[in-house]
Protein backbone atom coordinates (compact mmCIF):
# COMPACT_ATOMS: atom_id res chain seq x y z
CA UNK A 1 0.00 0.00 0.00
CA UNK A 2 0.88 3.64 -0.07
CA UNK A 3 0.65 5.80 2.47
CA UNK A 4 0.30 2.24 4.70
CA UNK A 5 1.96 -0.47 6.51
CA UNK A 6 1.02 -3.85 7.92
CA UNK A 7 1.48 -4.30 11.31
CA UNK A 8 2.91 -7.79 12.28
CA UNK A 9 4.36 -6.65 16.18
CA UNK A 10 2.70 -7.86 19.13
CA UNK A 11 4.13 -5.72 21.63
CA UNK A 12 2.81 -2.39 21.70
CA UNK A 13 5.91 -0.87 21.67
CA UNK A 14 7.32 -2.85 19.03
CA UNK A 15 4.42 -1.20 17.12
CA UNK A 16 5.22 2.39 17.94
CA UNK A 17 8.88 2.22 16.74
CA UNK A 18 7.43 0.36 13.50
CA UNK A 19 5.62 3.69 13.50
CA UNK A 20 8.24 6.02 13.83
CA UNK A 21 10.34 4.48 11.04
CA UNK A 22 7.13 5.11 8.56
CA UNK A 23 6.51 8.42 9.44
CA UNK A 24 4.69 9.45 5.96
CA UNK A 25 2.24 6.69 6.44
CA UNK A 26 -1.57 7.49 6.78
CA UNK A 27 -3.34 4.39 7.57
CA UNK A 28 -2.12 1.49 9.35
CA UNK A 29 -3.41 -2.32 8.06
CA UNK A 30 -3.67 -5.36 10.16
CA UNK A 31 -4.66 -8.78 9.64
CA UNK A 32 -8.04 -10.29 10.86
CA UNK A 33 -5.93 -13.35 12.31
CA UNK A 34 -3.81 -10.51 14.27
CA UNK A 35 -5.23 -11.83 17.63
CA UNK A 36 -3.83 -8.50 19.67
CA UNK A 37 -4.92 -5.85 17.54
CA UNK A 38 -7.49 -4.44 14.76
CA UNK A 39 -7.81 -1.25 12.96
CA UNK A 40 -10.53 0.95 12.29
CA UNK A 41 -10.35 3.67 9.82
CA UNK A 42 -6.63 3.05 9.42
CA UNK A 43 -6.01 3.63 13.43
CA UNK A 44 -4.48 1.05 15.52
CA UNK A 45 -6.82 -0.13 18.24
CA UNK A 46 -6.09 -3.42 20.57
CA UNK A 47 -8.24 -5.81 19.83
CA UNK A 48 -11.36 -4.94 21.73
CA UNK A 49 -11.01 -1.71 20.82
CA UNK A 50 -10.73 -0.52 24.24
CA UNK A 51 -7.22 0.87 23.58
CA UNK A 52 -6.49 3.60 21.34
CA UNK A 53 -2.73 2.37 20.21
CA UNK A 54 -1.42 4.53 17.64
CA UNK A 55 -2.33 7.38 14.98
CA UNK A 56 -0.21 6.83 11.89
CA UNK A 57 2.14 9.73 11.51
CA UNK A 58 1.12 11.18 8.57
CA UNK A 59 -2.43 11.08 9.46
CA UNK A 60 -3.83 14.89 8.90
CA UNK A 61 -7.12 16.33 9.46
CA UNK A 62 -9.46 15.49 12.55
CA UNK A 63 -9.33 12.19 14.34
CA UNK A 64 -12.08 10.54 15.98
CA UNK A 65 -11.70 7.86 17.99
CA UNK A 66 -14.46 4.65 19.08
CA UNK A 67 -16.41 5.39 21.71
CA UNK A 68 -15.49 2.28 22.93
CA UNK A 69 -12.09 3.50 23.91
CA UNK A 70 -11.05 3.82 27.93
CA UNK A 71 -7.28 4.22 27.50
CA UNK A 72 -5.12 6.70 25.37
CA UNK A 73 -1.63 4.28 25.04
CA UNK A 74 1.52 6.32 25.28
CA UNK A 75 2.79 8.00 22.46
CA UNK A 76 -0.27 7.16 20.68
CA UNK A 77 -0.50 10.92 18.83
CA UNK A 78 3.11 11.86 19.46
CA UNK A 79 4.20 13.24 16.13
CA UNK A 80 1.45 13.20 14.26
CA UNK A 81 2.29 16.69 13.04
CA UNK A 82 -0.58 17.84 10.51
CA UNK A 83 -3.68 16.21 13.02
CA UNK A 84 -5.41 19.30 13.65
CA UNK A 85 -8.14 18.24 15.96
CA UNK A 86 -8.64 14.77 18.02
CA UNK A 87 -12.76 13.79 19.06
CA UNK A 88 -11.82 11.80 22.66
CA UNK A 89 -15.01 10.10 24.16
CA UNK A 90 -16.06 10.08 27.44
CA UNK A 91 -15.45 6.32 28.55
CA UNK A 92 -11.54 7.44 28.40
CA UNK A 93 -10.48 6.86 31.60
CA UNK A 94 -6.24 7.25 31.15
CA UNK A 95 -4.05 9.16 28.78
CA UNK A 96 -0.76 7.73 28.78
CA UNK A 97 3.00 9.43 28.55
CA UNK A 98 3.35 11.78 25.73
CA UNK A 99 -0.16 10.40 23.70
CA UNK A 100 -0.10 13.86 22.16
CA UNK A 101 3.67 15.29 21.73
CA UNK A 102 4.61 16.91 18.93
CA UNK A 103 1.03 17.70 17.52
CA UNK A 104 2.28 20.98 16.12
CA UNK A 105 -0.87 21.73 14.47
CA UNK A 106 -3.20 20.01 16.71
CA UNK A 107 -5.97 22.64 17.77
CA UNK A 108 -8.40 21.26 19.08
CA UNK A 109 -8.49 19.08 22.13
CA UNK A 110 -11.08 18.57 24.90
CA UNK A 111 -10.02 16.42 27.58
CA UNK A 112 -12.70 13.48 28.77
CA UNK A 113 -14.43 14.35 32.37
CA UNK A 114 -13.06 10.82 33.36
CA UNK A 115 -9.50 11.28 33.51
CA UNK A 116 -8.11 11.84 36.89
CA UNK A 117 -4.59 13.19 36.04
CA UNK A 118 -2.59 14.37 33.01
CA UNK A 119 0.42 12.41 32.33
CA UNK A 120 3.90 13.10 31.75
CA UNK A 121 4.62 14.81 28.32
CA UNK A 122 0.85 14.67 27.22
CA UNK A 123 1.09 17.83 25.33
CA UNK A 124 4.53 18.63 25.18
CA UNK A 125 5.10 20.58 21.84
CA UNK A 126 1.51 21.50 21.10
CA UNK A 127 2.22 24.32 19.89
CA UNK A 128 -1.07 25.26 18.01
CA UNK A 129 -3.37 24.96 21.44
CA UNK A 130 -4.60 28.53 22.49
CA UNK A 131 -6.91 27.50 25.30
CA UNK A 132 -7.28 24.64 27.40
CA UNK A 133 -9.52 22.99 30.18
CA UNK A 134 -8.35 20.45 32.76
CA UNK A 135 -11.91 18.79 33.54
CA UNK A 136 -12.85 18.68 36.99
CA UNK A 137 -12.23 15.50 38.84
CA UNK A 138 -8.21 15.73 37.49
CA UNK A 139 -6.16 15.99 40.73
CA UNK A 140 -2.59 15.34 39.23
CA UNK A 141 -0.64 16.94 36.91
CA UNK A 142 2.74 15.30 36.31
CA UNK A 143 5.96 16.74 35.29
CA UNK A 144 6.49 18.62 31.59
CA UNK A 145 2.40 17.79 31.18
CA UNK A 146 2.28 20.96 29.12
CA UNK A 147 5.99 22.10 28.16
CA UNK A 148 6.34 24.34 25.64
CA UNK A 149 3.24 24.71 24.46
CA UNK A 150 3.88 28.60 23.09
CA UNK A 151 0.49 29.19 22.05
CA UNK A 152 -1.50 28.53 24.88
CA UNK A 153 -3.00 31.98 26.15
CA UNK A 154 -5.91 30.45 28.70
CA UNK A 155 -6.09 27.06 31.12
CA UNK A 156 -8.79 26.57 33.30
CA UNK A 157 -7.52 24.12 36.31
CA UNK A 158 -10.34 22.88 38.55
CA UNK A 159 -10.79 22.88 42.05
CA UNK A 160 -9.62 19.16 42.12
CA UNK A 161 -6.34 19.60 41.64
CA UNK A 162 -4.14 18.80 44.59
CA UNK A 163 -0.74 18.51 42.63
CA UNK A 164 1.18 20.02 40.00
CA UNK A 165 4.62 18.46 39.49
CA UNK A 166 7.92 20.48 38.10
CA UNK A 167 7.79 21.91 35.11
CA UNK A 168 4.11 20.74 34.46
CA UNK A 169 4.14 24.39 32.20
CA UNK A 170 7.33 24.61 31.91
Given amino acids: YIGAFSVLALNH ?10 DSATTIVVSEENP ?43 SCRNVTCIRIPESVKEIGRWAFAECKQLKNLELPSGITEVS ?9 ITELAIPEGVAYINKNAFERMSALKELSLPKSLSCIEDFAFA
Fill in 13 to 22: YDVVNLCNAA
Fill in 36 to 78: AFTTVDGLLYNKECTEFVLCPRGRTGEVVLLNSVEKICPEAFA
Fill in 120 to 128: AFALSDCNS
